[in-house]
């Protein structure tokens, strides 16, 4: 068996995985009868449908030569950057406050770009964070930490 | 005249000071992100939609239509200036759009497509008024079983849609529809695939599905990219037509805007499939002797696509605003927003909200027309914007995205959602799975159990129930027709074509 369509093919594998586990784990809720159906009927249906889709698929990508079928390069340092500088967001939002997140999510964020400059990341990170507090603070009224937690309590 | 009054009240609420502020706001927000390359109106909705929650329903729904608007303006500007579709239905925007601009004729063809929508937006302003109360009457007839089918045809409509495979659409769809499904069953009570994680009980936050999958995964696959992108900024000319292109695009608009509005209604359709459509029917027309070629810069090309995708977009309103039911990836996120100010989508819409209902439209129209003021007059900032080079752009996006997505329910926990679904978004933009067929399956998840329920329910657990009711027949088959229709060999080629060419 040769793997003709890299791209379908693993398409195919992805959605038997989400199908059999979205199946699969139905198996612990009510399945219920036709008539009255319980939490688990839909999602096996769809579980089910879902795997069968994807075995027509993957199977798919072993019969014929799709054009462009190859699947490109994951470039995983520039999906670390982006994704890794939004969860560092997330984390130190608490108690570090918009601002400072804010300055971390975009410096660090920048990192992913090939042309990345110091001083610009920089000076794009201060003019994000004046105007976090410009629009969304005092403009929306939203209610986000604005402050680290220290300084906020000796105000 | 029921059609007039009803007008009358929309332009009432419209025309107040505070709403026309809101679709101003909307529109020129819309634009200068859908300007943006690589961030197309979904993404653009999905990140600015946070910032409606404080409005009160009327004016958030209006400004949201704005912002949608704008977007898909924004995103024609960058087709014809960078050759870069800032999303699906301005792609064939780019083939003569760009060629424009390199012949120096860039403002004649932004100047086309804004005037060329306008007209469009206003015809099908007027359609939308007149369909809404007789298929409003249409949809209280409408019993679970009818809804369930209908669902069907829709979900079928995008499969046919989707670019690239259709069993790939299929599994997106199902795959879209299983994660709508995760948290407390309605019926039951019991916390569905929660994983024990307290926040899932209530469900996956629809913005976080749509920021991770349209905004964060575009973002990673654009900063990938290395290459550098020409924006034709040097000469823009005037914005007017001249004489000869005036005659050329006149027609053009005529068709397009009347093809959109009927293709706009289907479901699945919109602004995608209008523009393709009227692209190949300008083409056709033209036949081969067209001066100057097609694809070389023929502004019917330009003309007849943009009116279409424009009326297109305004049309598949009508299915959303009298049946609650989304047609497209961005109907999803305004029904997604109706909810979140607790509006419960449907037939009831019209009459239990009034106002909003008929407020909506006719700010539809007067959004159209506050993009043509201000989009001819300020082409100038949107180029500069387009010089700011990526690098810049993203981080501030990302930022404004966490904000976003941290204040629908103040809490972090719908950011790392994002994260996941970013990081899933990245898998299938390099497996090639279109995405949003995804959003739709999601969003009609819960109505389609719900509704296949208590029709199995009332027809007590006999599933000819929906080949026994003949509107629920009428639908299926329809939908069964589809698929026949998109599988006929000739229909395959033809549609695989037509992608390819604007891929």
Known sequence: MKIRNESDFWSGVMFIAFGLFFAVFATRYDFGTAQRMGPAYFPTVLGGLLALVGVLVALSGLGRAGKGGKVEKFHFAELAWVLGAVVLYAVILRWAGVLVSMFALVVISSFASHEFRWNQAIILSIVMAVITYVVFIMGLKLTIPVLPAFLENQI | ?????????????????????????????????????????????????????????????????????????????????????????????????????????????????????????????????????????????????????????????????????????????????????????????????????????DGIGFVAVAMGVFGFAEIIANVEKKGHREVLTSKVGSVMPNVKEMKDAAPAVVRGTLLGSILGILPGGGALLAAFAAYAVEKKLAGPNADPPFGNGNIRGVAGPESANNSGAQTSFIPMLTLGIPSNAVMALMIGAMTIHNIQPGPQVMTSNPTLFWGLIASMWIGNLMLVILNLPLIGLWIQLLKVPYRLLYPAVLGFCCIGVYSINNTTFDVYMTVVFGALGYLFYKLRCEPAPLILGFILGPMMEENLRRAMLLSRGDPTTFVTRPLSLGLLLAALALLVIVTLPAVKSKRQEAFQEAA
């Open chain 2, 1 to 201: 005249m029921e059609l007039l009054s009803n007008l009358a009240i929309g332009f009432d609420t419209a025309l107040t000071l505070q709403n026309l502020f809101y679709a101003f706001a909307g529109c020129l927000i819309g634009t200068l992100i859908g300007v943006l390359p690589g961030i197309g109106p979904v993404a653009t909705l999905a990140m600015l939609l946070p910032t409606t929650y404080a409005l009160e329903p009327t004016s958030a729904l209006i400004m949201l239509a704005g912002i949608y608007y704008g977007a898909q303006y924004g995103g024609s500007t960058t087709a014809i200036l960078v050759n870069l579709p800032g999303e699906s239905s301005s792609v064939v925007t780019c083939l003569d759009g760009y060629q424009m601009a390199r012949q120096g004729r860039a403002g004649a063809a932004l100047g086309t497509a804004a005037i060329g929508s306008f007209i469009a937006g206003t015809f099908a302003t007027v359609l939308i008024a007149a369909f809404a109360s007789p298929l409003t009457e249409l949809a209280f007839k409408f019993g679970p079983a009818e809804y369930f089918s209908l669902m069907v045809l829709g979900l079928i409509g995008a499969v046919v849609l989707a670019l690239g495979s259709l069993v790939k659409a299929i599994g997106m769809i199902v795959l879209g529809l299983l994660l709508g499904l995760v948290g407390t069953d309605v019926n039951s009570g019991v916390a569905r695939f929660s994983l024990d994680i307290p926040e899932l009980t």
